[in-house]
């Protein structure tokens, strides 16, 4: 059997592991657009922070460890369309610029995402920069070392914006964000925990522009002077451009079924319309378990999941993709923070009727020396209790919490239940009720309140 994979970050590289363990006779040829396999763009920042001194260990595999493995592997090679009734792709070799055709027996994509590219002035001067893959690693930690660069705007305040603000900021550069939205992190987080995060960012010195539309990047000899907003202007030697990605799938318009919003369209297998063609990662969307509605989620987790998914459904369906509840985690500065399900930003778009409760505690006794306060929110479903979404954030690292949460969604438990769970107590660790459970009190504590309200209004 000949398999061919397109793409080596997180859903090409669970795709190809998982068929060396699983078709030892396959013939397996592996196609990059870079000159590097399986860069992880989410270890950017620890790059250019300087915790990781190396870019060459911000990699999966290499393509000297592929070969070792019988794996063909093309790097600089570009997959420019697909033929589904020939079984063949059309490849462009980017060093020589030869063009040929490739066949195969099985064909997984893994085409990712590229940054959105914002429609005003100036985004093709010098010195306006994305980050997104090796080659902006580069570019980007260069200019963190130019003692020239001393003004630096990112446009956009999502994750990819934000790790970009605390990079510049902590190498000592004046860094405003700008974000067309109310707030920072607008999608990820509820307005109590972006109050705490904006304070903490303007403490460090971030110029944060919330509620500003970017007109025009202006230009002096070629290169980015100044962002201009509907409100203001600011000086910058360094645009970041950070609005998002988009799915890299324009080369297959003609060949294959795409969503609206440009992903490809997959079945529970992560099979194609087209037959023998499967696709995983950032270029497909995923069911979300709040809703069971089919999302676009780019998270490296789900990447992964369908990777090995598409691998284990070649010849018959065996592995179904279950869903997930868009679970993250991110520090920033003096804070660390994480997210799984609806929140009340997102909640109008999820229909479902939902309330929420926002509690501050302390992880452990108060008692206990060097305990930090915690800020967090559960969101349910109104009926049913059923949870759908939880935030937390604190200066002390309770991220993994999220992770029980996020199960919690999963296999539909309440409140009542989150409530009661059996999580274990020492002062050292945590309270007497853990503070999970502490949470789903308060929910069940204003559901109370509720109900009698609506008792009183109904008599």
């Given amino acids: 059997m000949n398999i061919v994979v397109v793409g080596t970050s997180h859903g090409g590289y669970e795709a190809v592991k998982t068929v060396l363990e699983n078709y030892p006779d396959a013939k397996v040829k592996l196609f990059e657009q870079s000159d590097r396999v399986s860069f992880l763009s989410c270890g950017i920042q620890l790059y250019l922070e300087g915790a990781v001194q190396d870019i060459n260990y911000i990699h999966y595999a290499t393509k000297e460890g592929y070969s070792d493995q ?5 790097t600089r ?4 369309g697909l033929d589904p009734d020939l079984k063949m792709i059309h490849v462009k070799n980017l060093d020589t610029n030869e063009t040929y055709d490739e066949t195969y027996d099985k064909l997984i994509l893994a085409p ?17 920069y ?5 080659e902006w690693a580069l570019k980007s930690k260069a200019k963190i070392e130019d003692p020239s660069v001393s003004d630096v705007v990112v446009i956009g305040s999502g994750y990819i914006g934000i790790e970009v603000v605390e990079a510049y900021a902590k190498a000592g550069k004046k860094v405003t964000v700008i974000d067309v939205t109310d707030r920072i992190l607008p999608t990820y987080l509820d307005h109590e925990f972006t109050d705490i995060l904006t304070a903490d960012l303007q403490k460090h010195g971030i110029n944060v522009r919330t509620g500003e539309f970017v007109q025009e990047i202006q230009g002096r000899d070629g290169k980015a002077s100044a962002v201009i907003t509907d409100k203001g202007t600011y000086p910058a030697d360094l645009v970041v451009e950070a609005a998002g990605v988009v799915p890299n799938t ?3 318009k003609e060949t294959l079924d795409l969503n609206s919003n440009g992903t490809i369209v997959v079945d529970a297998y992560q099979k194609t319309s087209a037959p023998d063609v499967f696709a995983a990662g950032d ?3 995923i069911r979300y378990n709040p809703t069971g509605k089919e999302m676009t989620i780019a998270l490296a987790t789900n990447a992964r999941r369908q990777g090995v998914a598409a691998a284990l459904n070649l010849e018959k369906p065996t592995l179904k993709i279950e869903g997930v509840s868009g679970t993250s985690a991110l520090s920033l500065f003096d804070y660390k923070f994480a997210t799984t399900g609806i929140k009340d930003a997102t909640a109008a778009k999820s229909g479902l009727e939902t309330s929420s409760v926002f509690v501050t505690d302390y992880y452990r006794p108060a008692f206990v020396p060097g305990t930090e306060k915690i800020y967090m929110k559960l969101t349910y479903e109104v009926g049913s209790n059923r949870i759908v979404g939880a935030q937390l954030l604190s200066k002390h690292d309770i991220t993994a919490a999220i992770n029980t949460l996020s199960l919690a969604i999963a296999t539909k438990q309440t409140t009542q239940q989150l409530a009661f769970a059996d999580f274990f107590f020492q002062p050292e660790f945590d309270q007497q009720w853990n503070y999970l459970c502490a949470l789903a009190h308060a929910a069940i504590g204003k559901q109370k309140r509720f109900n009698r309200w609506r008792c009183k209004q109904t008599r």
């Fill in 250 to 252: 324009d080369w297959l």
């Fill in 130 to 134: 994305f980050l997104r893959g090796r």
């Fill in 112 to 128: 990712g995402a590229t940054p959105r590219k914002l429609p005003f002035k100036g985004n093709d001067l010098d010195n306006v």
């Fill in 77 to 80: 090679h570009q997959v420019t």
């Fill in 283 to 285: 270029a497909c969307m």
């Fill in 70 to 74: 019988g794996v063909d592997v093309y």
